[in-house]
């Protein structure tokens, strides 16, 4: 079975802190993808980031970092000296054909 | 380049009604999906199909149908609505490279609220 877990609900920091958003992952498969999803107060969903199961390497673009270790089961996502603009949900997605969600982490960002 | 379209975008139903919810990509991706978005439960997978003529069961099938007649549509039925599929719906598509899982484009959602 595929499961996506992420235990932080909702998070609160002042702007310019960092901040990371966890994601725990189940899957039997050997070959399978982790995906973060941003939706904004608007409500639609903006991809941030594909990682597939061989690659391990931490990535990084802009102030956004992901982490990914296999031997965890973890593909986490830290937000480095946060904006107002980061306010949203963001959900950490699991895939083979289809996709399995995690339930989603509010963020917010204070001024 | 519209994307992926979501038609009603709002709709009130009375417990017992059917309706049907259209999603329509211009993307001419091979993968559709639709979901659910409930409070505090993320996203969950209804149904899905990997081709024209092809559908299959997610992780909350039961109370809804699927028909994919046309590549570029993928439609949602309720024969009986009832209050507990009260929800925001969000379709999606991708395309079925094999090996590299693209990621999916969403349309803007549907709230359906049911009486």
């Known amino acids: 079975a595929q499961k996506v877990t992420q235990a932080q609900t909702e998070i609160s920091v002042v702007e310019k802190e960092d901040v990371t958003l966890d994601c725990v992952y189940e899957t039997r498969d050997t070959t399978y993808y982790l995906f973060w999803y941003k939706q904004p107060p608007s409500g639609e969903l903006v991809f941030l980031i594909r990682r597939n199961s061989f690659d391990e390497q931490n990535e990084i673009s802009g102030r956004y970092s992901w982490n990914f270790q296999k031997s965890t089961s973890s593909f986490n996502f830290t937000i480095t000296a946060s904006q107002v603009v980061d306010s949203a949900v963001y959900f950490c997605?699991?895939?083979?054909?289809?996709?399995?969600f995690g339930a989603g982490t509010r963020l917010t960002v204070k001024p | 380049n519209a994307g992926v379209t979501q038609t009603p975008k709002f709709r009130v139903l009375k417990t017992g009604q059917s309706m049907t919810l259209l999603c329509a990509q211009d993307?001419?991706?091979?993968?559709m999906y639709w979901y659910r978005q409930d409070p505090g439960m993320g996203l969950r997978l209804i149904h899905y199909?990997?081709?024209?003529?092809?559908?299959a069961k997610g992780e909350v099938p039961d109370g809804y149908n699927v028909s994919r007649l046309k590549k570029q549509n993928f439609l949602l039925g309720l024969e009986s609505a009832a209050p507990s599929q009260t929800s925001v719906y969000f379709c999606?598509?991708?395309?079925?490279?094999?090996?590299?899982?693209?990621?999916?484009?969403f349309g803007d959602g549907t709230r359906l609220s049911i009486l």
């Open positions: 999606a598509s991708r395309f079925a490279d094999r090996g590299s899982n693209q990621p999916q484009h």
């Open positions: 997605a699991l895939s083979l054909n289809d996709m399995r």
């Open positions: 993307m001419n991706h091979e993968y």
């Open positions: 199909s990997v081709g024209e003529g092809t559908t």
